[in-house]
């Protein structure tokens, strides 16, 4: 188990351009650390939180949807909720399974294992002039993560964990919620249960997904609108280890709300 | 809309003893803010994060469950699933609907409007030798924001926003993570459809669950077993403004997870 930590800083990087389609992401993320006043040097616990947009652009996880025939289903279904048809066409490609298509909102589940609105296919922040591309989400945002990591370890000498995160609706509350796609370095989950609460009590439940709450604390840094994808995450001294973001996932046949 | 920041500070506050009914929780944190250093004087955008418990503590939202009489339903459930009958009473009693009661797990719509497990009763952290007794959440979290608030106002001369924050889980994920209950001084939800993204994009569906990320960033400097329940989330810069949680509640007829 982590440390408890009293405080926690959240630093939005600066200086990261544009990304293309084959950049070294984590050289700029690299260069971005360097250039952030108090980002360097690394502290144990230090989590690097990236966007997804950022890793789907680098590795070209983008959708030109000029280039997309959409099904008849597809055509259908966005006429009759304001949608385009050729990026529902790519929602539903992607799809290992629909969960919900219906009042305008289609929910699937990625490839990854992901459930979340759209699949994850994403038209905001693509590049400038962008009208018709998409961004699917990262291939394997695991190895993302540890790709960036390993760089930056390599770069600075010093360890550190990575985060890659994108935004989710939920169930019953409306807006989004930045939450944890990818990971290296840490544990996802910290399994509290066994360890005595502030009062000596056996806690039966309490499993913190930290990796989701550190994504959302590193989007109160970033925002939405202001160009900035790549945060540091200090203080927050997750459980550190190798592990994946298939642990924090519900399967398919365990999970109430399929 | 609120200004975009660079970075956040989340700071966990010293010093708050064990909470017991009819505490004057407001007096309290204040003094748990005078005694952190760096945490006065406040600055704008300041939102104090106070965790469920302390809050139904001290307004005796506690229930002694040997006073709880299980209905024969509640009995045959819980001697199934390895749960204490008398809680599931307490929390059927609550619920407004039931929303899943399947596979040991008990999902319902508490007065409040909030789907979550357990109808937020909670056994864990109540106090010491504490073993029948359970909280409940607070009647009206807005409510009891605002009286924190007014009184931070009144002592320290300035403005700021009050989250009462509670774990809820999520479907498709394991694990919980902190989310607002209850807001004062601020929106829950930034609404940023309309403007431009980065690129100049208009965005169409994007709007922040700031007040949850705020509350789950706070849960990062407060963890678990700490015996910490009240934080200082600074640089966030919420969207501020008179507002309810209820904001943030997607009705039962809309929801497509009844």
Chains 1, 2 share one sequence.
Do not use: Y
Not at 168 to 190: K, S, Y
Not at 242 to 253: H, N, R, W
Request: one cysteine or more.
């Amino acid at each position: 188990m982590s440390a408890d930590p009293a405080r926690v800083e959240i630093i939005a990087l600066a200086g990261l351009p544009e990304i293309q389609a084959g950049d070294d992401l984590a050289a700029l993320i690299g260069d971005a650390l360097a250039a952030t006043p108090g980002a360097l040097p690394l502290a144990p616990g230090d989590v690097v939180v990236v966007t997804q947009k950022v890793v789907s652009k680098a590795e070209g996880a983008v959708v030109d949807l000029r280039t997309v025939e959409p099904r008849p289903d597809a055509v259908t279904w966005a006429e009759r909720w304001d949608r385009d048809p050729r990026a529902i066409e790519v929602v539903l490609r992607e799809a290992r399974r629909v969960v919900r298509m219906e009042k305008g909102v289609l929910i699937t589940e990625t490839p990854q294992g992901f459930v979340c609105a759209n699949g994850g296919v994403d038209a905001s922040n693509v590049g400038p002039a962008s009208g018709d591309l998409v961004t699917l989400l990262p291939v394997d945002p695991d190895a993302s993560a540890a790709g960036i990591r390993a760089a930056l370890r390599t770069r600075f000498g010093a360890d550190l964990a990575v985060v890659i995160s994108d935004s989710f609706g939920r169930p019953w509350r409306w807006g989004i919620v930045d939450v944890a796609l990818g990971v290296a370095g840490l544990h996802p989950l910290e399994d509290l249960r066994g360890v005595p609460d502030a009062d000596g009590r056996v806690m039966k439940t309490t499993v913190r997904a930290v990796a989701d709450e550190i994504a959302s604390a590193a989007e109160l840094a970033l925002g939405k609108t202001a160009g900035r994808p790549v945060a540091l995450v200090r203080g927050a001294n997750p459980p550190l280890g190798e592990d994946s973001i298939q642990s924090a996932l519900i399967p398919a046949d365990t999970d109430l709300f399929r």
